[in-house]
């Protein structure tokens, strides 16, 4: 089940995101800058906030969240991006992330575009957004945490999605 997150789902956002970071960047990121990256981000502050500002929801498995998706509220160009997308490493590849992704469009079928910053090495990321229609548009160097690291730019059409 996909549903919107609420403040109880707080802690399991949390835990989510540390263990699917923890096995995503292992070997990539040191454990310290992920570790560092991930409290700040995903403080109880931060995600009270998120809930505010941005859209989030919770990918459920017998009423236990295993998944979240976050992203922006369409702006005046009616971009939006999609900012986190995490499932946990037992429940990847059997629709969790494919359902998150569905329900993120039909919350932005106004929208024309979705973008998603990727680390250049996080391959099962970049394979997801790929085979879910998203573009590579470009891969640049950037610093993360004080870590040189490189990020690919994609985007996902959204208008042209939905007449399909």
Not at 9 to 32: C, F, L, M, N, S
Not at 47 to 54: D, H, I
Not at 81 to 107: C, D, H, I, R, W
Request: aromatic share 12%; glycine share 6%; charged share 25%.
């Amino acid at each position: 089940m996909i549903r919107p997150m609420t403040i109880k789902d707080i802690v399991h956002v949390q835990r989510i995101a540390h263990e699917t970071w923890r096995e995503t960047y292992k070997g990539i990121i040191p454990q310290d800058i992920q570790t560092a990256f991930i409290n700040r981000s995903y403080s109880d502050a931060m995600l009270k906030k998120r809930m505010e500002k941005t859209c989030l929801l919770i990918a459920e498995c017998d009423g236990v969240p295993v998944g979240f998706i976050n992203f922006t509220k369409k702006d005046a160009d009616g971009d939006s991006e999609l900012t986190a997308m995490y499932v946990l490493p037992g429940y990847q590849k059997v629709g969790y992330g494919k359902k998150l992704f569905k329900n993120a469009l039909s919350m932005l079928r106004d929208a024309e575009r979705l973008f998603v910053y990727v680390d250049g090495q996080n391959r099962n990321g970049r394979s997801f957004y790929e085979k879910q229609g998203f573009e590579l548009q470009s891969v640049f160097q950037e610093d993360f945490e004080g870590l040189p690291v490189e990020t690919a730019e994609y985007i996902y059409t959204i208008q042209s999605a939905v007449l399909v």
